[in-house]
């Protein structure tokens, strides 16, 4: 499925065109509709949820609660926005706002959606299993599954702006001078190779070698040796050392002289075989992601302690809200206790 041509549910093009996703993201085209239809659809999922969720007590808490779950999300993106933006830019990020946003509303709307599609199983055990502490463990495990799936997504679409560069500071432009770029290497001539034994010396002008005799002995091989000896002039070429080739250094033979069954190294200095891998570091962008996520965990679940309640106590009357005491994760420990 292509970018052009979006599904009505903008969820399945998430789920099936991730790649189109991150692409459209990258090229920043239309992203302001896009944005819309996440925005839209992670409200309307929320909203189901949390009526799921203050079903527990009253119909009236359903519906606060269906307020409130979409206000949760929405003001800790809010909070935590910002934050996330100026990492970037302090770290030599080129993401726009709206990149950002859409990145992160990717991972609300992957959260909403599959935290919705949890609820049928949220009311099955409302409605055989009604108590109070099981169901308000069930729901925040759900929740919390729900924003760890959707949080991969986000790490996953700051991966691929990474492979395009986006995380990382733009480059400086070098010239280099006009001299390097059009400089031809200088040409090496080949060296004489010493006649074989036997061979006379007026034989050396006729094959275009020098008659004086070199000022010192060159090794030659035995193969080099028996091509001189018919009038060849290749010079067999040295063998390449095991440190450049990565191979064990092995016999080089002049053209036509190969035994049958020699296999020679096919890996050379400076072939891409040879070639090390750059190391690659994660950018600090990278890092500071996971913190950042870390910074909205808290944001949110603090936030959602201070909306609270969202299932309502049935020993409680009915309350928009509630007194700021204690704190989220000791009302989780205590609920754990009291099971």
């Excluded at 009253?58 to 609660?65: E, H, K």
């Excluded at 991966?159 to 770029?181: C, R, S, W």
């Excluded at 679940?301 to 609270?308: F, I, K, N």
Aim: net charge neutral.
């Amino acid at each position: 499925m292509s970018g052009d041509r979006p599904s009505p549910l903008v969820i399945e093009r998430i789920l099936r065109d991730r790649q189109g996703i991150w692409q459209q993201i990258v090229a920043e085209g239309d992203l302001n509709a896009l944005t819309g239809r996440m925005l839209a659809s992670s409200a309307i999922a929320l909203a189901c949820y949390g009526a799921v969720l203050g079903a527990f007590h009253s119909p009236l808490m359903a519906l606060t609660s269906a307020l409130k779950l979409p206000l949760l999300f929405l003001v800790t993106l809010a909070i935590c926005l910002p934050t996330l933006y100026l990492f970037n830019l302090v770290f030599g990020a080129r993401l726009s706002v709206r990149q950002s946003l859409a990145l992160v509303m990717v991972a609300i709307t992957v959260t909403s959606m599959l935290a919705v599609a949890f609820a049928p199983i949220s009311l099955f055990f409302l409605i055989t299993a009604p108590d109070y502490g099981f169901f308000k463990l069930l729901n925040v495990a759900i929740l919390t599954l729900s924003a760890l799936v959707g949080l991969r997504f986000l790490t996953g679409g700051m991966q691929v702006l990474n492979d395009h560069g986006l995380l990382a500071p733009e480059p400086a432009t070098t010239k280099a001078p006009a001299q390097a770029a059009t400089q031809a290497p200088a040409a090496v001539a080949p060296a004489a190779v010493a006649p074989a034994t036997g061979s006379t010396p007026a034989d050396a002008p006729a094959a275009g070698l020098s008659a004086e005799p070199a000022a010192e002995p060159v090794a030659v091989p035995a193969g080099a040796a028996v091509a001189a000896a018919n009038g060849a002039t290749t010079v067999a070429p040295a063998p390449v050392p095991a440190q450049w080739t990565g191979q064990p250094a092995t016999t080089a033979f002049p053209p036509g002289m190969m035994p049958s069954g020699y296999a020679p190294a096919q890996r050379q200095w400076g072939s891409p075989q040879m070639r090390r891998p750059e190391p690659t570091q994660r950018p600090a962008s990278m890092t500071l992601l996971y913190i950042w996520i870390l910074l909205f965990g808290f944001v949110g679940t603090q936030l959602a302690w201070t909306l609270r309640p969202f299932f309502g106590d049935p020993g409680q009357d009915f309350a928009f809200f509630r007194s700021i005491d204690g704190n989220f994760y000791a009302e989780i420990l205590r609920t754990i206790a009291n099971l």
